[in-house]
């Protein structure tokens, strides 16, 4: 075997090429992910970082009840650091979804995630600066917070390193190699690799590998732009993380900074090297977002704001699986939500890979298949889409 053969190649090196790589290496297979830039420099090194369990698809939330396992865990399943801090989770719901967010809540608790409903007034209780007249009930996740991304990444790379995988950067991939209806390398800046199965975990540019597998799918991009505010003096205390659907927005404390993204105006089916500053008006809808929750934010302070890319599908739910030449896997199309399941969708894709079926969490419904047939995912009480 030369030195530029291996068993799988992992085309980006973002938590989702990390994960997989960790997963399949310390089973023994033979792995390299080709990063064109450096770890982390796709969504991955923008990523909010939200790890939450709170999903309207069943199997979503199980790939995030199981990725939250090894987030809590981290040190003693990967090894380092992956940076998750507990702050509770507070899902706010709009009145009209009131009975969505029972359900889901049920659901959460059913497949045995810490979670329950809570009243307007508990969510008073627990975050007293926050305005809660326009809403009556919220689901409340107290294990629930943030992790940080690039960290994530790097040591679930370093620990696929400890079992022999390779990651090399600085390499683009500029075309795939296949032979009679199978995938066995690719192209690159660096030179041929040669492998028998090449994932696609290439972020907002899958839908470009995809095109060199002879694919045209509907795969688009999604941008989204975040703020950090430095919080007044009577704010210093952290707050806890929220999805604020009434609003439109999320946040979440980093020390004496709050982060905030928001739910509509993400622009899709941009060119992901479109840049990294957020467009004019952006920092000023934010804040005022940011106020209308929790009034006293009128006295932060902007302390910084970048956009970042991911890659979009239709339903705005992940393309996980086999598609195209034999051998060709996604592993994309995370849709603006994907580092929190990062952990547990490499751990799935590596059981399918190997044994023939995903057996931690079934993610076959996230088959791209669904895309040649024109059919939408959705959970049974949907709140509908996520990005506006
Ligand atoms: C601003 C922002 C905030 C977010 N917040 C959250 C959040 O709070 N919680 C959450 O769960 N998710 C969040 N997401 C989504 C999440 O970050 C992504 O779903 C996840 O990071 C995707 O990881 P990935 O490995 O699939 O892709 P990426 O991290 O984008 O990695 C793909 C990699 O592929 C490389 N690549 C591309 N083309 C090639 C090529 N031809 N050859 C070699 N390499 C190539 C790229 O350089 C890139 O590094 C957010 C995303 C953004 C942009």
Not at 43 to 56: I, K, Q
Not at 175 to 189: D, E, N
Not at 352 to 381: C, K, N, S, Y
């Amino acid at each position: 075997m030369s030195a530029t053969t291996f068993d799988v190649l992992i085309i980006g090196g973002g938590a989702h090429g990390a994960s997989l790589a960790f997963h399949l290496s310390r089973r023994g297979v033979k792995v390299a992910v080709l990063e064109r830039r450096h770890l982390a420099s796709g969504a991955t090194g923008r990523s909010s970082g939200l790890v939450r369990m709170h999903y309207d698809l069943e199997a979503e939330a199980r790939l995030a009840w199981e990725a939250f396992q090894w987030f809590r865990d981290w040190k003693e399943r990967v090894g380092g650091a992956c940076g998750f801090t507990r702050t509770g989770f507070i899902q706010l719901a709009p009145r009209e979804k009131a009975q969505a967010l029972q359900a889901n809540t049920q659901m959460l608790q059913r497949i045995g995630v810490p979670t329950f409903l809570i009243t307007a007034e508990d969510v008073k209780r627990l975050a007293p600066a926050f305005y809660t007249d326009d809403f009556d009930y919220a689901a409340y996740e107290p294990e629930s917070g943030y992790a940080d991304p690039v960290l994530t990444a790097s040591s679930l790379m370093e620990a696929a390193r400890s079992h022999g995988a390779a990651l090399i950067q600085d390499c683009q991939v500029t075309a795939l190699l296949t032979r009679s209806g199978r995938v066995y390398g690719v192209q690159s800046t660096k030179g041929e690799f040669h492998a028998p199965q090449i994932v696609n975990a290439a972020g907002a540019w899958a839908g470009q590998i995809c095109q060199m597998a002879g694919l045209n799918l509907p795969l688009s991009t999604w941008r989204h732009e975040v703020m950090y505010v430095l919080r007044p003096p009577a704010l210093r205390l952290p707050h806890p993380t929220v999805i604020d659907f009434p609003n439109l927005m999320y946040f979440r404390p980093e020390g004496q900074l709050t982060l905030v993204g928001l739910e509509d105006g993400n622009p899709q089916g941009e060119d992901p090297e479109s840049g990294e500053h957020v467009r004019p008006g952006f920092v000023e809808r934010a804040i005022d977002r940011l106020c209308r929750r929790i009034p006293k934010m009128e006295e932060a302070h902007l302390h910084s704001a970048h956009a970042g890319y991911d890659g979009l599908s239709p339903d705005q739910h992940p393309l996980i699986g086999p598609i195209g030449p034999q051998g060709f896997w996604l592993d994309c199309g995370f849709s603006g939500t994907g580092f929190k399941i990062s952990p547990a969708v490499g751990l799935c894709l590596s059981e399918w890979m190997l044994d023939g079926a995903p057996r931690t969490v079934d993610i076959t419904i996230f088959h791209p298949q669904r895309l040649l047939e024109g059919r939408r995912l959705q959970g049974e009480h949907p709140y509908g889409d996520i990005w506006l």
